[in-house]
């Protein structure tokens, strides 16, 4: 298995919901991420985990809460978000913090 | 500061033609430097990686040169197909921190 697996694909949520994105990965990586990307702009870093703890948190707000269950697995829980905060959500893997990247599909969410 | 340039900011070509993508870094030190295809509302797919020592390295019809005494790489798209459109994203890695260029917008026509 080569992939990253993101859930869901398409996410509406309205600024009082809490909901979860999920990410999933069977490479064995040690080192997994969160980036947000609006419309026509680079993949911003919010988050990373290495060897299932949190290494850096990029000045992100507490509306976005991360979690890494296990090895293979990395949540992002959100709670309150604005409507500024819809763009592409993307989790990526690599076997280290300066191997190549596999990055999923992404969860396009917006808040409405 | 270490930035990550690339140009143009948009190329339009047609279907079978080839083309040079480049980008130019500042970041030192440097670790790798990765060219990454992106699809609309998708996540980035890894073309190519290349440490310090590589100065190409191919992948089908996608080759991608690095000069690290001038700080410029080059992704060479040969024989473009109508699937190619898409954002082409240069990232320098310093120390495992990814620095991101803005991306090429390449649009293949029939």
């Known amino acids: 298995d080569t992939e990253v697996t993101q859930t869901p694909k398409h996410l509406v949520m309205g600024m009082t919901n809490k909901k979860s994105l999920k990410c999933e990965q069977h490479m064995g990586h040690r080192a997994m991420y969160w980036y947000k990307q609006k419309a026509k702009k680079p993949p911003e870093l919010m988050f990373v985990y290495s060897y299932e703890k949190l290494s850096i948190n990029e000045s992100v707000p507490s509306r976005f809460s991360p979690e890494c269950p296990n090895s293979s697995l990395l949540n992002l829980h959100l709670h309150a978000l604005q409507p500024e905060d819809s763009a592409l959500y993307l989790c990526a893997s690599s076997h280290d913090r300066d191997a190549g990247y596999t990055f999923g599909s992404g969860t396009r969410l917006t808040v409405v | 500061k270490n930035q990550v340039e690339q140009s143009p900011q948009s190329l339009i070509i047609l279907e079978g033609k080839n083309c040079t993508l480049q980008c130019n870094y500042t970041v030192s030190p440097f670790s790798n430097l990765r060219w990454y295809k992106q699809d609309t509302g998708r996540g980035p797919v890894s073309l190519t990686i290349?440490?310090?020592?590589?100065n190409t390295k191919s992948n089908g019809r996608y080759t991608a040169t690095l000069d690290a005494d001038t700080k410029q790489s080059s992704l060479h798209i040969t024989a473009s197909q109508l699937s190619d459109s898409a954002s082409y994203i240069c990232?320098?890695?310093?120390?495992?921190?990814?620095?991101f260029g803005q991306g090429t917008e390449l649009s293949v026509k029939p």
């Open positions: 290349m440490t310090f020592s590589e």
């Open positions: 990232v320098v890695s310093d120390r495992g921190k990814l620095i």
